[in-house]
């Protein structure tokens, strides 16, 4: 039977939609944002302190304006500092450090900062791909409190959803209405390396000036190559998958279809979305649309915390646990499923795919 998906952080009142069945946000190009989405969602990001700023006025000889005769650039650095932190918008914190280089300097990690801070804001979250015709009180072990159960099912919640409307009998409460505004909220996403973002902020910002020539004569568009995808997630070091939950980790270079097809968390082709994705489904109906897989729609990672991240950071943070490597059962059950759609040699076809 068709069902579409959506993607719920139930315990974080979030969701973003594919408005999809599970074969449409597999398999097809025109989904593969969506789906790489979940990467965005999950994988966390480097701070500014973590990296290198480039940039011609991120220097030092900038760093101490005490003996400017205008009086903002008296106080000290820290109170600097602390205005920008302040500053909640990042027009606001863009517009304050077009007044002069050297605010200019200060305002290059803190834009870093507030633009990651809109990365990975699922990172050890619960999550689950939830189906639309799962049915009442079918939630993934774990998920869920029975306290927490009932109390979802009140009339007032009921009568926002509008459930039971149209029935004789009020309609339960189900996980895919976690779906909908009135039990969570669209989760989104600071991606400003892509498409215009950059240069419609920093036009906006010069234009809120009455006066342009307050705006200093300086490289600031030049600057925001600081803010490319790759600055947040570098590409030159290998990051994993993990299960926060029961302690598995995937790697990249063993889902990876070849080693070139990595970009850091991102990897054409099969990534970590369609690992994830491949188990944490949950419906209370078989899903038809791929060859008939029942337990694709039962995942046994449903309702599981993740976060995607370094592998350096990994090893780091988790010194004295045990932690097991999945990556081999996890391609195998990928290797299921794509061969179920395109045959044996569908390794090739989704190389041929990425490389056309």
């Not at 009932?150 to 004789?168: K, V």
Request: proline fraction near 6%; glycine fraction near 6%; hydrophobic fraction near 40%.
């Amino acid at each position: 039977m068709w069902q579409q998906f959506c993607l719920v952080a139930p315990r974080a009142r979030k969701y973003r939609h594919f408005r999809a069945n599970l074969e449409q946000i597999l398999f097809e190009r025109d989904l593969i944002e969506k789906l790489e989405d979940l990467v965005y969602l999950l994988a966390v990001p480097l701070k500014s302190h973590q990296r290198t700023i480039s940039s011609s006025v991120y220097t030092s000889q900038y760093t101490n304006m005490n003996n400017s005769p205008i009086g903002i650039f008296r106080l000290p650095r820290e109170i600097h500092l602390k205005i920008f932190a302040e500053l909640a918008d990042a027009r606001d914190c863009t517009t304050l450090g077009l007044t002069s280089v050297y605010f200019w300097s200060l305002a290059l990690p803190v834009l870093h900062d507030k633009w990651a801070a809109y990365l990975g804001p699922w990172a050890g979250e619960k999550i689950v791909c939830v189906g639309d015709l799962v049915k009442a009180n079918d939630y993934p072990p774990g998920l869920f409190s029975d306290a927490e159960i009932l109390s979802f099912d009140q009339p007032e919640i009921r009568a926002a959803l509008d459930l039971g409307s149209f029935f004789d009998e009020p309609k339960p409460v189900t996980l895919y209405d976690f779906s909908v505004f009135v039990m969570g909220r669209h989760q989104r996403l600071g991606t400003i390396w892509k498409g215009t973002e950059e240069t419609e902020l920093l036009i906006r910002c010069i234009n809120s000036f009455a006066d342009h020539s307050l705006v200093f004569n300086g490289p600031p568009k030049h600057d925001f190559k600081n803010f490319k995808e790759h600055c947040f997630y570098p590409r030159d070091q290998p990051w994993v998958l993990r299960n926060l939950t029961t302690k598995e980790f995937v790697r990249s270079e063993a889902i990876a279809l070849k080693p070139e097809f990595i970009q850091g968390p991102r990897i054409r082709g099969i990534g970590f979305p369609h690992v994830i994705l491949s188990r944490i489904c949950w419906s209370s109906v078989p899903n038809a649309d791929i060859g008939g897989l029942t337990e694709i729609t039962r995942g046994v990672w449903a309702g599981h915390c993740f976060d995607i991240t370094q592998l350096s950071k990994h090893i780091e943070m988790t010194r004295g646990e045990t932690w097991i490597d999945v990556s081999s059962e996890v391609m195998d059950d990928i290797s299921r499923i794509w061969e179920r759609k395109y045959g044996p040699d569908w390794q090739e076809r989704v190389i041929e795919n990425i490389e056309r």
